[in-house]
């Protein structure tokens, strides 16, 4: 939320995450997190049903996605706070880099290219912000 703003909706199963913060956390409530999640922050919280991971299958490829990355990077290594952060917003640029369609209608395959999320998140398909030319000013006055 601090990077892209408070969600209309949450969607999750009652992953395994959930089970033991349940076991673990004396006053746990998930019907009072989901209502405080509506009424502070106004984030519906879908929960799909047990059984039902087909339900949440985007996230789920997501996650494993991430999940075959990390696996990739990190293969046993030890790395600080900000490595590993690193690691993760780069994990999120390769999934986001992903085609979600198609702009262009021309039958000129060159003149189509495909469209990303990172598109949509960022107004361009790359992370790489545009070159700008900064003049050197020896004064200042």
Known sequence: ???????????????????????????????????????????????????????????????????KILNQTLANKKC????????????AVVVNSRPIGIKGRSNNLEARSPITPLHLMLGRATIEAPQVIVEKISNLN
């Open 1 to 67: 939320m601090s990077l892209h703003g408070t969600p209309s909706r949450i969607q999750s199963d009652h992953g395994e995450q959930l089970v033991t913060a349940s076991k673990q956390v004396k006053d746990w409530n998930f019907e009072h997190i989901q209502e405080w999640c509506l009424r502070d922050k106004k984030i519906k919280w879908h929960v799909v049903p047990t059984g039902g991971q087909h339900m949440n299958g985007q996230a789920e490829r997501f996650i494993g996605e991430v999940k």
């Open 80 to 91: 600080s706070f900000n490595e590993l952060a690193t690691i993760l917003y780069e994990s």
